[in-house]
C-alpha cells in the first residue's frame, strides 16, 4: 500500500523552502549593503592571504623611499616615519586585524557557548553562579582588564586575543543562557526528553542548533569590537610587537607627525573604519536574515 | 488475567507556586496491562497531563512528585537514578505529544530526529536506524517515506508530524506509549486517522497505549478502560462500554451528557456543566466534586469519598452515586433528570 502511494504521490524535485540556510543566504543577497560587507570582507581576506606571500616592498624594511613622503605612483600609499611602504603594511596589518577580530569570537564562543547553555538549561546555582560571574566582570572596566592582562601576559598576538575575550565572552555567555531559557520550556526539548535523551546532547543537539542564527549574529558584531579593541590597544602601545604592523600602532606612528604627512594616520584609519563598517553591515543583514519570525 | 505492566501507586505530584501549594496530582492508583489501551479523561487542570508526566518524571519545574510508586517491570521508577530513568524513558516508556507542530525540531531533519531516537538507547547503528526510520515512516503510513526522511518538519502536514511523532515513539519498540492529546491540535479527519493508527498499532504489535484526552470520543473510539479524573484525583474507572453506559459519577454522568450527539433528539438542550473547576490552591473540602455536583448530600460538604466498587470491575469516588440518585428521585433510566430540564424534578433535591 506504501509503495502504490509513493508512486502516485509526485513531489517536486526540490522544494525552494529547502533549509533555513539557503533561506537565510537568499534574504542576505538581497540586502545591498549586507551584500557590500560581504563583497568588501571578501576582498580583505584575499589582501590578507595575498600579503602571506607577497607585498609591494618588505613590510619591514626601512627607508625604502623617503620618510613622511606622501601617496605616489611607486608608494601608492605613501611611506611612513622610517620610510616603510604604507600599502605592504597596511596589508599585513589586516592579517593581524583578522586574526585577532575572528580569532577573539572562536574563544568567546568557545567559553560563552557551553557556559551560557549550561546555566539557561540548568538553572539552580550554576546559573547563579554563572549570571554573578557574568555581572562581576561587567562591572571591572574593560580596558583595564585588558590592559593588566597584555602587561602581565606579555605583548603578543595569542596574549591580546586572550585579553580582549576575557573582556567580551560575557556577551556571549548571556546571550546563550537566554537562549537556553526559552528553548528549554519549548515542546521539542520536553519530548526529547521523553525519548531519552542525555543533557549533553540536548544542549548540543537541540537547544545549540537551534540558537545557532542569534550566535552568529552576535558573533559578527564582535569581530569588529574586538578588531577595534586590538586598534585602541595597539595605538596605545600595547598591541602586537613592532616591528609587526597593525592598524592601530600604524596610526600612533603618525600622530606625531599629523600635520605635516596625515596620509599616515588616514590611510590605516580608513582600512580600520570600511572593515568595521563592512562587519557591521554583515552583521545588521544576518540578523535580518536569520531572523525566525521573517521567515517565508 | 496477566500481571499489570505498569502499577501506579498513590502517586501525588505537587507544584511550588508563589501562592502556596498545589497538589495536581492527589493520590493516583492503577493498573495497565500488557498490550492494552487506557484513557484518561478529564478537563484542562484534572490533572491528567501531570500524571503521565510524573509517570516519566519529566514534570516541569516547579513541580515535583512527592509521593507514591511507579512500578514498571518490578522497579520503581521514582526511585531510580537520572541515568537509569533515561534509558527507560523512549526505549521502554515513549511518550508522545499535543502539538507535533512544535515537537519536532525545527532545524534538524525529521528523519534524523527518528535515527537519534534509536541511537540514544544504542538500539542500532546509524545505518540500520536509518534503515529502520524509513520502515517506521511507511509502517505510520506516511507516503513517499524515502524522501520524507530528508524532510525539515515545516515540509510536513500537522497529521504527517502527528506520525513522525508516532514513529518516533515506537522506534525502539516500547512496551508502553503515552499519548498526551495527541490529536487535539489536528483536523477532525486527520483526527480520526491518527487515532485508527494507533489502534492499528496497539493491535498488531501489542504496544500498551495510555491515551490522554479530554474527549470523550477518542477514549470511546480507541480505549478499552477508561479513568475519569476530576481535580487531581481520580473519581471513576472501568470498561469503557460499561462508563459510557452506566456512569455512576455525576461528574462522568455530566461530562457524557456534555457530548454533542447527531442522534440527540431537537429540543434537547447540550448541557454544559455548571460552575468552574475547582481551584487547587484552596480545593474544596469533602468531594471536590461537590460545589458543581446536582446531587449532593450534606456527606459530600464533610467527608471526601474513597474509590469503591460500584459494579462489576467499575468503581467510582461518590457517595451519592447515579444509581442512588435515580431511585430518590424516582426517576427511571429513560428520564431525563439533568438540572432544569423539564423533568418535573427540582435540582439539588437530594440536599438533606
Redesign the interface.
Given at each position: 500500500m506504501a509503495a502504490t502511494a509513493a508512486a502516485v504521490v509526485h513531489r517536486p524535485a526540490a522544494p525552494e523552502q529547502a533549509s533555513l540556510w539557503s533561506d537565510a543566504w537568499r534574504r542576505l543577497r538581497r540586502n545591498r549593503l549586507a551584500l557590500a560587507g560581504v563583497i568588501y570582507l571578501t576582498f580583505l581576506v584575499a589582501v590578507a592571504v595575498l600579503a602571506l606571500f607577497y607585498t609591494p616592498y618588505r613590510m619591514s624594511e626601512v627607508g625604502v623611499t623617503l620618510p613622511y613622503s606622501g601617496p605616489n605612483a611607486h608608494h601608492w600609499l605613501g611611506a611612513d616615519y622610517l620610510g616603510r611602504d604604507i600599502l605592504s603594511r597596511i596589508m599585513v596589518g589586516a592579517q593581524i586585524s583578522l586574526v585577532v577580530g575572528v580569532g577573539t569570537q572562536v574563544v568567546v564562543i568557545a567559553v560563552g557557548v557551553p557556559i551560557g547553555l549550561m546555566a539557561g538549561y540548568f538553572r539552580g546555582w550554576f546559573d547563579q553562579g554563572v549570571s554573578f560571574i557574568i555581572n562581576l566582570f561587567y562591572g571591572i572596566p574593560d580596558l583595564l582588564v585588558a590592559l593588566i592582562l597584555v602587561f602581565l601576559l606579555g605583548p603578543s598576538l595569542t596574549n591580546i586575543i586572550i585579553a580582549i575575550a576575557v573582556t567580551r565572552w560575557m556577551d556571549m555567555a548571556r546571550l546563550v543562557r537566554g537562549q537556553a531559557l526559552a528553548l528549554r520550556e519549548r515542546e521539542f526539548i520536553e519530548a526529547a526528553r521523553a525519548s531519552g535523551a542525555k543533557p549533553f546532547k540536548i544542549l548540543f543537539g537541540h537547544i545549540l542548533p537551534n540558537s545557532l542564527g542569534p550566535i552568529i549574529v552576535q558573533a559578527t558584531f564582535g569581530v569588529p569590537a574586538a578588531i577595534l579593541f586590538e586598534a585602541f590597544l595597539s595605538f596605545l602601545g600595547l598591541g602586537v610587537p613592532p616591528p609587526q604592523p597593525s592598524w592601530g600602532s600604524m596610526a600612533a606612528d603618525g600622530i606625531a607627525a599629523i600635520r605635516i604627512a596625515p596620509h599616515i594616520v588616514i590611510a590605516p584609519s580608513i582600512a580600520l573604519s570600511l572593515t568595521l563598517m563592512a562587519f557591521n553591515f554583515l552583521g545588521d543583514g544576518l540578523r535580518d536574515a536569520l531572523d525566525p519570525r521573517q521567515r517565508r | 488475567m496477566p500481571s499489570p505492566i505498569l502499577q501506579v501507586r498513590d502517586l501525588r505530584t505537587q507544584f511550588l507556586t508563589d501562592g502556596g501549594i498545589v497538589t495536581a496530582v492527589d493520590g493516583v492508583s492503577f493498573d495497565l496491562y500488557p498490550g492494552e489501551s487506557l484513557g484518561i479523561v478529564g478537563e484542562s487542570g484534572s490533572g491528567k497531563s501531570v500524571t503521565a508526566l510524573s509517570l516519566?518524571r519529566?514534570v516541569?519545574?516547579p513541580g515535583k512528585v512527592v509521593g507514591g510508586q511507579v512500578l514498571f517491570r518490578d522497579q520503581d521508577l521514582l526511585q531510580l537514578s537520572g541515568e537509569e530513568i533515561?534509558?527507560?524513558?523512549?526505549?521502554d516508556v515513549?511518550?508522545?505529544?499535543?502539538?507535533p507542530q512544535?515537537?519536532?525540531?525545527?532545524?534538524?531533519r525529521t528523519g534524523f530526529q527518528i535515527d537519534?531516537?534509536m541511537l540514544?538507547?544504542k538500539k542500532a547503528t546509524k545505518k540500520e536506524a536509518h534503515a529502520r526510520t524509513i520502515e517506521l515512516l511507511?509502517r505510520v503510513?506516511i507516503?513517499?517515506?524515502?524522501?520524507r526522511v530528508k524532510?525539515?518538519p515545516?515540509?510536513l502536514s500537522g497529521g504527517m508530524r502527528q506520525r513522525a511523532?508516532i514513529a518516533?515513539?515506537l522506534s525502539n519498540a516500547p512496551a508502553i506509549l503515552i499519548a498526551d492529546e495527541p490529536t487535539t491540535a489536528l483536523d477532525v479527519t486527520v483526527q480520526a486517522q491518527i487515532l485508527e493508527l494507533l489502534a492499528d498499532l496497539n493491535r498488531d504489535l501489542g504496544t500498551a497505549i495510555i491515551m490522554i484526552t479530554h474527549n470523550m470520543g477518542v477514549v470511546a473510539g480507541l480505549c478499552s478502560r477508561v479513568l475519569v479524573m476530576y481535580a487531581g484525583e481520580i473519581v471513576e474507572e472501568g470498561p469503557v462500554e460499561q462508563i459510557f453506559e452506566n456512569p455512576q459519577h455525576p461528574y462522568t454522568w455530566s461530562l457524557l451528557r456534555s457530548i454533542p450527539r447527531v442522534d440527540a433528539l431537537r429540543h434537547e438542550r447540550l448541557r454544559s456543566i455548571e460552575g468552574l473547576a475547582p481551584d487547587l490552591l484552596h480545593p474544596p473540602s469533602g468531594c471536590r466534586f461537590h460545589p458543581r455536583c446536582p446531587f449532593r448530600i450534606e456527606k459530600c460538604l464533610r467527608d471526601e469519598p474513597r474509590l469503591q466498587e460500584v459494579a462489576p470491575n467499575q468503581q467510582a469516588a461518590c457517595w451519592v452515586t447515579m444509581d442512588r440518585a435515580r431511585k430518590e428521585m424516582g426517576a427511571d433510566d429513560r428520564t431525563d433528570i439533568r438540572p432544569g430540564a423539564g423533568s418535573g424534578l427540582k435540582p439539588g433535591e437530594l440536599i438533606d
Amino acid at each position: 500500500m506504501a509503495a502504490t502511494a509513493a508512486a502516485v504521490v509526485h513531489r517536486p524535485a526540490a522544494p525552494e523552502q529547502a533549509s533555513l540556510w539557503s533561506d537565510a543566504w537568499r534574504r542576505l543577497r538581497r540586502n545591498r549593503l549586507a551584500l557590500a560587507g560581504v563583497i568588501y570582507l571578501t576582498f580583505l581576506v584575499a589582501v590578507a592571504v595575498l600579503a602571506l606571500f607577497y607585498t609591494p616592498y618588505r613590510m619591514s624594511e626601512v627607508g625604502v623611499t623617503l620618510p613622511y613622503s606622501g601617496p605616489n605612483a611607486h608608494h601608492w600609499l605613501g611611506a611612513d616615519y622610517l620610510g616603510r611602504d604604507i600599502l605592504s603594511r597596511i596589508m599585513v596589518g589586516a592579517q593581524i586585524s583578522l586574526v585577532v577580530g575572528v580569532g577573539t569570537q572562536v574563544v568567546v564562543i568557545a567559553v560563552g557557548v557551553p557556559i551560557g547553555l549550561m546555566a539557561g538549561y540548568f538553572r539552580g546555582w550554576f546559573d547563579q553562579g554563572v549570571s554573578f560571574i557574568i555581572n562581576l566582570f561587567y562591572g571591572i572596566p574593560d580596558l583595564l582588564v585588558a590592559l593588566i592582562l597584555v602587561f602581565l601576559l606579555g605583548p603578543s598576538l595569542t596574549n591580546i586575543i586572550i585579553a580582549i575575550a576575557v573582556t567580551r565572552w560575557m556577551d556571549m555567555a548571556r546571550l546563550v543562557r537566554g537562549q537556553a531559557l526559552a528553548l528549554r520550556e519549548r515542546e521539542f526539548i520536553e519530548a526529547a526528553r521523553a525519548s531519552g535523551a542525555k543533557p549533553f546532547k540536548i544542549l548540543f543537539g537541540h537547544i545549540l542548533p537551534n540558537s545557532l542564527g542569534p550566535i552568529i549574529v552576535q558573533a559578527t558584531f564582535g569581530v569588529p569590537a574586538a578588531i577595534l579593541f586590538e586598534a585602541f590597544l595597539s595605538f596605545l602601545g600595547l598591541g602586537v610587537p613592532p616591528p609587526q604592523p597593525s592598524w592601530g600602532s600604524m596610526a600612533a606612528d603618525g600622530i606625531a607627525a599629523i600635520r605635516i604627512a596625515p596620509h599616515i594616520v588616514i590611510a590605516p584609519s580608513i582600512a580600520l573604519s570600511l572593515t568595521l563598517m563592512a562587519f557591521n553591515f554583515l552583521g545588521d543583514g544576518l540578523r535580518d536574515a536569520l531572523d525566525p519570525r521573517q521567515r517565508r | 488475567m496477566p500481571s499489570p505492566i505498569l502499577q501506579v501507586r498513590d502517586l501525588r505530584t505537587q507544584f511550588l507556586t508563589d501562592g502556596g501549594i498545589v497538589t495536581a496530582v492527589d493520590g493516583v492508583s492503577f493498573d495497565l496491562y500488557p498490550g492494552e489501551s487506557l484513557g484518561i479523561v478529564g478537563e484542562s487542570g484534572s490533572g491528567k497531563s501531570v500524571t503521565a508526566l510524573s509517570l516519566l518524571r519529566l514534570v516541569p519545574d516547579p513541580g515535583k512528585v512527592v509521593g507514591g510508586q511507579v512500578l514498571f517491570r518490578d522497579q520503581d521508577l521514582l526511585q531510580l537514578s537520572g541515568e537509569e530513568i533515561r534509558e527507560i524513558r523512549g526505549r521502554d516508556v515513549a511518550m508522545i505529544f499535543q502539538d507535533p507542530q512544535s515537537s519536532l525540531n525545527p532545524v534538524l531533519r525529521t528523519g534524523f530526529q527518528i535515527d537519534e531516537a534509536m541511537l540514544a538507547h544504542k538500539k542500532a547503528t546509524k545505518k540500520e536506524a536509518h534503515a529502520r526510520t524509513i520502515e517506521l515512516l511507511k509502517r505510520v503510513r506516511i507516503p513517499a517515506a524515502e524522501s520524507r526522511v530528508k524532510d525539515f518538519p515545516h515540509q510536513l502536514s500537522g497529521g504527517m508530524r502527528q506520525r513522525a511523532m508516532i514513529a518516533m515513539g515506537l522506534s525502539n519498540a516500547p512496551a508502553i506509549l503515552i499519548a498526551d492529546e495527541p490529536t487535539t491540535a489536528l483536523d477532525v479527519t486527520v483526527q480520526a486517522q491518527i487515532l485508527e493508527l494507533l489502534a492499528d498499532l496497539n493491535r498488531d504489535l501489542g504496544t500498551a497505549i495510555i491515551m490522554i484526552t479530554h474527549n470523550m470520543g477518542v477514549v470511546a473510539g480507541l480505549c478499552s478502560r477508561v479513568l475519569v479524573m476530576y481535580a487531581g484525583e481520580i473519581v471513576e474507572e472501568g470498561p469503557v462500554e460499561q462508563i459510557f453506559e452506566n456512569p455512576q459519577h455525576p461528574y462522568t454522568w455530566s461530562l457524557l451528557r456534555s457530548i454533542p450527539r447527531v442522534d440527540a433528539l431537537r429540543h434537547e438542550r447540550l448541557r454544559s456543566i455548571e460552575g468552574l473547576a475547582p481551584d487547587l490552591l484552596h480545593p474544596p473540602s469533602g468531594c471536590r466534586f461537590h460545589p458543581r455536583c446536582p446531587f449532593r448530600i450534606e456527606k459530600c460538604l464533610r467527608d471526601e469519598p474513597r474509590l469503591q466498587e460500584v459494579a462489576p470491575n467499575q468503581q467510582a469516588a461518590c457517595w451519592v452515586t447515579m444509581d442512588r440518585a435515580r431511585k430518590e428521585m424516582g426517576a427511571d433510566d429513560r428520564t431525563d433528570i439533568r438540572p432544569g430540564a423539564g423533568s418535573g424534578l427540582k435540582p439539588g433535591e437530594l440536599i438533606d
